[in-house]
T-cell receptor, first 115, second 111 residues
């Protein structure tokens, strides 16, 4: 049982390049989340999907797009990467959304550097 | 500024001592959760306390919640070197499925 799988683990981009971070969960969870973690800032919510077919903005959505491809997969796209997007990105899933008191299960992160 | 802020930012103790971390938040919540992160890894859920609960225990962990003061504390009793990690509180915002994290406390437990 793999849990939450993120790919790639590491990525280096040049300013202006685009890329998609992939996330898949095998726990039949309804809700999925994308966070970024920067030193001294804790985790900040980028986007979340409470259920298949829905997505909502979090605290820092600018510069990102998401796709809830199906129940298992939730991808995060950077259309034109900027150095300010250098961060560690975490995907997480839960049985149901936070309002149902469901804890999150996290992947191991993608370390992204934009030069 | 962030919804949740933790205090202290860093804490160093000896094995066997208790560690207390505090979390303050700004808006109404459904629940408050605590997570642990070992260096370079994803976060692991520790405990969840609902907005109508005041105290919860899980093994060596004790969490309290005071909604009137918008604050929570996490107590780790009889700490071990393996407890060395960063600890984050996260608040489930009332009426939404957003889960917002605080800035974290780095705990170091010396053997």
């Amino acid at each position: 049982n793999a849990g939450v799988t993120q790919t790639p683990k590491f990525q280096v981009l040049k300013t202006g390049q685009s890329m998609t971070l992939q996330c898949a969960q095998d726990m039949n969870h309804n809700s999925m989340y994308w966070y970024r973690q920067d030193p001294g800032m804790g985790l900040r919510l980028i986007y979340y999907s409470a259920s298949e077919g829905t997505t909502d903005k979090g605290e820092v959505p600018n510069g990102y797009n998401v796709s809830r491809l199906n129940k298992r997969e939730f991808s995060l796209r950077l259309e034109s990467a900027a150095p300010s997007q250098t961060s560690v990105y975490f995907c997480a899933s839960s049985t149901r959304g936070s309002s149902y008191n469901s804890p999150l299960h996290f992947g191991n992160g993608t370390r992204l550097t934009v030069t | 500024s962030q919804q949740g802020e933790e205090d202290p930012q860093a804490l160093s103790i000896q094995e066997g001592e208790n560690a207390t971390m505090n979390c303050s938040y700004k808006t109404s919540i459904n629940n408050l959760q605590w997570y642990r992160q070992n260096s370079g890894r994803g976060l692991v859920h520790l405990i969840l306390i609902r907005s109508n609960e005041r105290e919860k225990h899980s093994g060596r962990l004790r969490v309290t919640l005071d909604t009137s003061k918008k604050s929570s504390s996490l107590l780790i009793t009889a700490s071990r070197a393996a407890d060395t990690a960063s600890y984050f509180c996260a608040t489930g915002l009332l009426g939404t499925d957003k889960l917002i994290f605080g800035t974290g406390t780095r705990l170091q437990v010396f053997p």
